[in-house]
């Protein structure tokens, strides 16, 4: 019986969660200050963006408002960094880039 081919892309609302991504190469089109700009830009993480790049200690009371995605990022300190002013998340072996929406 021969095996049917189905389309991945018309699988696309089946997924329901995010995919992880585990290598990532800028493009020529975006600069390290594209995806800064990005990043400070975005609801989500922009809060801890703006933490980090003024290098301040939130009170409780602040980060308390903030969005969830900021909270973690910033719970996650100092592995969770600005390199090159980018947002970024230091593991053993890599620096994963935060992804703005």
Not at 17 to 42: G, H, N, W
Not at 87 to 92: A, E, H, K, Y
Request: glycine share 0%; charged share 30%.
């Amino acid at each position: 019986m021969p095996s049917v081919w189905i389309d991945e892309c018309e699988r696309v609302e089946e997924i329901l969660e995010p995919l992880s991504v585990r290598a990532f190469r800028f493009l020529s089109e975006f600069t390290f200050s594209d995806v800064a700009a990005m990043q400070t830009e975005d609801s989500d993480i922009g809060p801890a963006y703006a933490v980090l790049s003024e290098n301040t200690d939130s009170s409780p009371d602040e980060i308390r408002v903030f969005p969830y995605e900021s909270k973690m990022l910033l719970s996650h300190r100092p592995e969770v960094r600005l390199v090159n002013d980018v947002l970024v998340r230091q593991t053993d072996e890599q620096l994963q880039l935060v992804v703005p929406t």
